[in-house]
């Protein structure tokens, strides 16, 4: 092999060298992990709960109306998961009922159930200003930019109908977190609440960090 010959195969090897490794390096960037993007506006609905109407007979004073109750709950989860979010850096805020529903972002809903002696799902219901019942709050994760999907339906049983305390059945297209709690719980207990639902989110947006469109 001449001398020409001899570098001209040396070149030839060389530059095939380079070329693969710019290949590998390419495909090594191409399969790195794609990170997360900002944190998504996050909308707190007011959770479903139920009261026991008045007897046309009995009108409650204000101080044993079990809606004042009922109201308190309700206030109570959404104030804490808004602060919990707030506090985890997202921006969050909290849509009462006949709030227009945002087209973008992540909806925190759910209701208050209870179980019955027969193992019936029911709405929870609030019978008195001092029930001190158990219950559970179902917490669910929604994107805003898919049409809404229910949480429930009325279980199809003899007598049951849309009314208090209606027996249920849970959607199974819906992942649903329990929170046990009692119906007199103080605000402690919504504060305990709360940042577990918030690295639940934390959790799932981490696994999926393209679920929720920016």
Same mark, same amino acid.
């Given at each position: 092999?001449?001398?020409?010959?001899?570098?001209?195969?040396?070149?030839?090897?060389?530059?095939?060298?380079?070329?693969?490794?710019?290949?590998?390096?390419?495909?090594?960037?191409?399969?790195?992990?794609? /990170?997360?993007?900002?944190?998504?506006?996050?909308?707190?609905?007011?959770?479903?709960?139920?009261?026991?109407?008045p007897s046309a007979a009995a009108v409650p004073k204000?101080?044993?109306?079990?809606?004042?109750?009922?109201?308190?709950?309700?206030?109570?989860?959404? /104030?804490?998961?808004?602060?919990?979010?707030?506090?985890?850096?997202?921006?969050?805020?909290?849509?009462?009922?006949?709030?227009?529903?945002?087209?973008?972002?992540?909806?925190?809903?759910?209701?208050?159930?209870?179980?019955?002696?027969?193992?019936?799902?029911?709405?929870?219901?609030?019978?008195?200003? /001092?029930?001190?019942?158990?219950?559970?709050?179902?917490?669910?994760?929604?994107?805003?930019?898919?049409?809404?999907?229910?949480?429930?339906?009325?279980?199809?049983?003899?007598?049951?109908?849309?009314?208090?305390?209606?027996?249920?059945?849970?959607?199974?297209?819906?992942?649903?977190?329990?929170?046990?709690?009692?119906?007199?719980?103080?605000?402690?207990?919504?504060?305990?609440?709360?940042?577990?639902?918030?690295?639940?989110?934390?959790?799932?947006?981490?696994?999926?960090?393209?679920?929720?469109?920016?």
């Amino acid at each position: 092999m001449t001398t020409l010959t001899l570098l001209l195969f040396i070149g030839v090897v060389l530059l095939s060298s380079n070329w693969s490794v710019g290949d590998a390096s390419a495909a090594r960037r191409g399969r790195q992990t794609p /990170t997360a993007g900002p944190k998504p506006n996050v909308y707190v609905s007011d959770f479903q709960i139920d009261v026991l109407p008045p007897s046309a007979a009995a009108v409650p004073k204000p101080q044993d109306d079990p809606q004042k109750l009922a109201n308190h709950i309700v206030e109570l989860m959404s /104030t804490k998961l808004v602060i919990a979010l707030q506090k985890a850096g997202y921006s969050a805020t909290r849509m009462r009922a006949g709030d227009a529903r945002p087209d973008s972002g992540v909806q925190i809903r759910g209701l208050f159930a209870e179980v019955d002696n027969e193992n019936h799902w029911r709405r929870a219901i609030i019978r008195t200003a /001092t029930d001190n019942g158990k219950m559970q709050a179902l917490v669910a994760v929604a994107n805003l930019s898919k049409p809404d999907q229910a949480l429930y339906e009325i279980a199809p049983l003899p007598g049951n109908e849309d009314k208090p305390g209606a027996v249920i059945t849970l959607s199974p297209y819906v992942p649903l977190t329990k929170y046990e709690l009692s119906k007199d719980a103080n605000g402690d207990v919504f504060k305990g609440i709360a940042p577990r639902v918030v690295n639940d989110l934390t959790e799932l947006l981490k696994r999926n960090p393209f679920l929720i469109p920016q």
